[in-house]
Nanobody
Framework: QVQLVESGGGSVQAGGSLRLSCVVS????????MGWFRQAPGKEREGVAA????????AYADAVKGRFTISQDNAKNTVYLQMDSLKPEDTAMYYC??????????????????WGQGTQVTVSS
């Protein structure tokens, strides 16, 4: 059984930082992308960042480039999202997800098969 469990969300003031973690079990993700997505109330889900262990390829949404960093610890089967210089518009539920084939669109959520339950991030001004 594949499980993705996120943690690390919370409430911070603008300019602050949070680090999200996603522990993966039941699935070997080395060859395919692991991604972080977010969805704010009333808005569509958007891809934030993705990483592929096999070749180290990383993708970021324009809105988070230079502020967010995705990484992974293969020994711990964990994917991280370090979020710095947070803005109120980063407020959303953040989800970790795994895609099971070599997608060419790593920030497209429809390509992902397995999803975590989400962790809430709230940034106040």
């Amino acid at each position: 059984q594949v499980q993705l469990v996120e943690s690390g969300g919370g409430s911070v003031q603008a300019g602050g930082s949070l680090r999200l973690s996603c522990v993966v079990s039941g699935y070997t993700y080395r060859s395919n992308f692991m991604g972080w997505f977010r969805q704010a109330p009333g808005k569509e889900r958007e891809g934030v960042a993705a990483i592929r262990a096999a070749d180290g390829r990383i993708a970021y949404a324009d809105a988070v480039k230079g502020r967010f960093t995705i990484s992974q610890d293969n020994a711990k089967n964990t994917v991280y999202l370090q979020m710095d210089s947070l803005k109120p518009e980063d407020t959303a539920m953040y989800y970790c997800a795994a895609v099971t084939y070599r997608t060419t669109m790593p920030l497209r959520g429809d390509d992902y098969k397995y999803w975590g339950q989400g962790t809430q991030v709230t940034v106040s001004s």
